[in-house]
């Protein structure tokens, strides 16, 4: 299968998009590019191969989940606030 200009018009037009013409002939340059490796993968023999969803069998390693107190650091958030009330930073209103 080959791309063709029309294929990226049609695409473009859906989507509607708009390019230059540089940019259609890159597009289907590369898209050409793209569909001939593809092409060369297809033709390997993966029958021995099994199908996985990840290449990499790892685990995430888990921990234990640990309660701590940690202090608050609102109060040095809190005071560079340009303005304040109580622990509240003061917005300008943004709906009438």
Same mark, same amino acid.
């Given at each position: 299968?080959?791309i063709?200009?029309?294929?990226?018009?049609?695409?473009?037009?859906?989507?509607?998009?708009?390019f230059?013409?540089?940019e259609?002939?890159?597009?289907i340059? %590369?898209?050409?590019?793209i569909? %001939?490796y593809?092409?060369?993968?297809?033709?390997?023999?993966?029958?021995?191969v099994?199908?996985t969803?990840?290449?990499f069998?790892?685990k995430?390693?888990?921990?234990?989940?640990k309660?701590r107190?940690?202090?608050?650091?609102?109060?040095?958030?809190i005071?560079?606030?340009p303005r304040?009330?109580?622990?509240?930073?003061?917005?300008p209103r943004?709906?009438?």
């Amino acid at each position: 299968m080959k791309i063709t200009r029309e294929m990226i018009d049609h695409v473009a037009k859906l989507a509607r998009l708009k390019f230059g013409e540089r940019e259609l002939e890159g597009f289907i340059s %590369q898209l050409n590019e793209i569909l %001939q490796y593809v092409e060369k993968l297809n033709e390997l023999d993966t029958s021995g191969v099994p199908p996985t969803s990840h290449m990499f069998f790892e685990k995430t390693p888990m921990r234990e989940d640990k309660v701590r107190d940690v202090p608050s650091p609102t109060d040095k958030l809190i005071e560079n606030a340009p303005r304040r009330e109580e622990n509240f930073y003061v917005v300008p209103r943004v709906i009438e």
